[in-house]
């Protein structure tokens, strides 16, 4: 696979601007605060000398503005308000002009096409108080790639601004719900642009499809599929469309360790991608297995009686947490990577299933399920037991961490006359910043891939 | 004649088996049988008939689903007896095959639903074979919450969709 487009060069001329030397402090962004004063940040719509390249800039322009106020960190200061008009952007704005209307950032912008068709988008981020360049920085890239390009540009403004990494130029898959002329449910793969861009189905209505997860590489994703029958992992190949039962009744290698009438479920790849941690059903109930994708041989991790599910590994790839309901009701465990030193990471009350560890390694997010309601919380991997809980409604599901490790994606569902609907949501760490993630009809189980190369 | 018996007898056969359990909304369409010979032991009430060894006798002779309460997997009374009169039906039809599956309310994550459908759908399987049926003439499966056969947001709806529902896959009257 080329790479998409090329960052040219760090290089929009560093040119040695400085302020006025006043004494604040630069502009910086807090991503672990729960952000109700989000920072105002004008985007002028990024220029360009063609008719062609002008409405190109606005599309990116859109795009980018779109991505910083969804993070709900940033605030797109209305187009409306602007004094000054951006037409050239090496030259230096008039800073007064963008402090008068209370734009602490100015991200201005320009789109150039070239002969052979490729795009050029070059940019400035400044600081207007200070009166400082923070990042310049030019992208090049085939047309269609315009998208890309204003996510990576986003999340180059979100990390000099916040100091950390991005997300916005990632895809999620998760399963398109609802049910077929003859009420029969369609549980659909779909795949699409993190702000809802670019949507395509990847399996059809003819099988159930469910719980997708994204390979590191984001270049293959596992998934529950019932084109056998039955819950059966799979493992599908973006780049190819090629699928396989990795433990299919009746196959060989693994799949011969396994019950012919067991099921397998949500399976998750470690850190490096070489291997998968799954619950398969045997006839003593679902343990957690761990298969190895290079020799195809799986081991057995856990052999309790209880029903062992939802495997999830640490970002360092040496310890698992799953649920089990070895203790009575459901709760989250970890253990090493071969099985030993289970202990229990939560205590409270209730129902806890779906642990998904932090791309960071401190927190696990679960699901939590009391009387009627249900919770999205994190929790410390530490043993401590010290939760918050960041969302709480009638129906919660399946948290998918942002790679950066500061928002969650989950299913949310609401309570209808004619069945619960449910939609994919998105919350900050903080519990701040809901949103309805741009999905066509019902959706849920959402998987977020990988910041893409 | 046989055909007249059969009638007779899978109807009062019914009206036991239908007392207890929860009305469904996806009781599979009955064929038409042949024509009935006028009875001559006096009159019957004929419903919908069907044929020996059909779905539709199955059904309405045995049952073909148990109850599990909330977030349960163990087999009540009632859950007994339907199984029971599977067992003794398949005894009747040494031919016929079964898939027996899972399935949960609405109430539980995705996942989770998954393994608790799996462990109803084996506690079934389990007394089918304490009650003599044969091993390889049952499979299993869970559909977790993902095939409600009742699909409103309501505690009546997900009473209904706890349970293991058997259906008959191979070697029945079709």
């Not at chain 1, 002329?181 to 209505?205: K, V, Y």
Request: a negative charge; glycine letters at 10%; proline letters at 6%.
């Amino acid at each position: 696979m080329t790479r998409p487009f090329v960052l040219i060069a760090a290089l929009l001329a560093l040119i040695g601007w400085t302020s006025a030397a006043t004494a604040q402090e630069p502009l910086r962004v807090d991503v672990t605060q729960g952000n109700l004063d989000p920072m105002p940040i004008a985007v002028p719509d990024f220029v360009g000398v063609s008719d062609e390249a002008m409405r190109r800039g606005a599309d990116i322009t859109r795009v980018v503005a779109n991505d910083l106020a969804s993070s709900g960190l940033f605030a797109p200061v209305d187009q409306d308000a602007f004094i000054e008009d951006i037409a050239n952007i090496d030259l230096r704005p008039r800073f007064s002009d963008w402090r008068v209307i209370n734009a602490d950032a100015l991200l201005v912008g320009s789109v150039t096409i070239q002969e052979d068709g490729r795009l050029v988008v070059g940019f400035r981020l400044w600081d207007t108080r200070l009166e400082e360049q923070l990042l310049g920085l030019q992208y090049r890239t085939a047309p269609e790639n315009w998208r890309r390009v204003a996510h990576r540009l986003a999340d180059a403004v979100y990390e000099r601004l916040t100091g950390e990494t991005g997300y916005f130029n990632t895809r999620i898959v998760y399963v398109s719900e609802g049910r077929g002329i003859e009420g029969e449910p369609i549980r659909q793969l779909a795949l699409m642009d993190q702000d809802g861009a670019n949507p395509s189905f990847l399996t059809d209505r003819s099988y159930m499809a469910l719980l997708p997860n994204y390979s590191p590489s984001a270049q293959e994703i596992t998934y529950v599929s019932f084109l056998d029958g039955q819950a059966t992992t799979y493992l599908y190949n973006l780049e190819t469309g090629r699928q396989e039962a990795l433990f299919a009744s009746g196959g060989a290698g693994a799949a011969s360790q396994v019950d012919p009438d067991g099921q397998s479920l949500s399976a998750r790849f470690s850190p490096d991608g070489s291997e998968l941690a799954v619950s398969i059903e045997t006839r003593s109930g679902h343990d957690i297995h761990l298969f190895d994708l290079r020799t195809r041989s799986l081991q057995r991790l856990t052999q309790h009686p209880a029903d062992d599910v939802e495997p999830s590994f640490s970002p360092d790839g040496e310890r698992i947490v799953f649920s089990s309901a070895r203790g009575g009701g459901s709760q989250l465990y970890v253990m090493n990577r071969d099985g030993t030193e289970v202990q229990r990471v939560t205590f409270g009350s209730g129902r806890y299933t779906t642990p998904v560890w932090s791309p960071r390694g401190d927190l696990i997010a679960f699901t939590k399920q009391v009387g009627g309601q249900f919770m999205l919380g994190v929790v410390r991997a530490d043993g401590s037991g010290i939760e918050r809980i960041l969302y709480e409604g009638y129906f919660v599901d399946t948290p998918a961490w942002s790679p950066n490790g500061r928002v969650l994606l989950f299913t949310r569902g609401e309570q209808r006359t004619n069945g619960t609907r449910y939609e994919i949501w998105s919350v900050d760490l903080a519990g701040f910043n809901l949103r309805r993630l741009a999905t066509g009809g019902m959706a849920s189980d959402p998987a977020w891939s990988p910041l893409i190369e | 004649m046989k055909m007249k018996l059969f009638a007779i007898a899978a109807l009062g056969a019914f009206a036991t088996a239908c007392a207890s359990t929860p009305p469904v909304d996806d009781t599979p369409p009955v064929r038409n049988p042949d024509p009935i010979v006028e009875p001559d032991t006096g009159p019957v009430d004929t419903g919908p008939g069907y044929e020996l060894g059909s779905t539709a006798h199955f059904v309405e002779a045995a049952g073909d689903r148990v109850f599990f309460g909330l977030d349960r997997h163990d087999l009540s009374d009632e859950a007994r007896a339907t199984l029971r009169r599977q067992a003794a039906w398949l005894a009747s039809y040494p031919g016929a095959r079964i898939l027996v599956a899972g399935n949960c309310d609405e109430r539980g994550t995705r996942e989770y639903n998954l393994a608790l459908g799996a462990r109803r759908a084996n506690a079934a399987r389990t007394y089918l074979i304490s009650q003599g049926v044969d091993p390889s003439r049952i499979s299993t499966t869970s559909y977790g919450k993902e095939r409600p056969s009742c699909t409103q947001s309501t505690e009546a709806c997900w009473a209904i969709n706890r349970n293991a529902a058997t259906t008959l896959v191979g070697g029945y009257t079709n």
